[in-house]
């Protein structure tokens, strides 16, 4: 069973940073590196919206328009973790912050949509004040 834990949420000022990373356990060692993760938020009234996503270990990332340049996925598969190093932070990224992942038997393309992400965490707390 595949489960993931995040951590690194918290408040922070206006054009300040945090890092949140994202524990993946469940996969084997050979395994992790075929899965495709992703973060996602949710701010209160709002949909779960898609942020950034790292194919499989050594494949491309994907950002949404509104963290580019802001904010970076990355993963250690020594340490089955993806992190989200967010920047410059805005009032307007404060939400839950989710990790998603998803097995390699969902093929590719399409990382930005939720449904089809298969594993979610319990969700981080990020509050930027202004």
């Known amino acids: 069973q595949v489960q993931l834990v995040e951590s690194g949420g918290g408040l922070v000022q206006a054009g300040g940073s945090l890092r949140l990373s994202c524990v993946v356990s469940g996969p084997t060692p050979s395994n992790f590196p075929l899965f495709a993760l992703g973060w996602f938020r949710q701010a209160p009234g709002n949909e779960r919206e898609f942020v950034a996503a790292?194919?499989?270990?050594?494949?491309?990332?994907y950002y949404a328009e509104s963290v580019k340049g802001r904010f970076t996925i990355s993963r250690d598969s020594a340490k089955n973790t993806v992190y989200l190093q967010m920047s410059a932070l805005m009032p307007d990224d404060s939400a839950v912050y989710y990790c998603?992942?998803?097995?390699?038997?969902?093929?590719?393309?399409?990382?930005?949509?939720?449904?089809?992400?298969?594993?979610w965490g319990q969700g981080t707390q990020v509050t930027v004040s202004s």
């Open positions: 790292h194919t499989r270990s050594g494949g491309s990332t």
């Open positions: 998603a992942a998803r097995g390699p038997w969902t093929g590719s393309g399409a990382y930005d949509r939720r449904e089809r992400y298969g594993y």
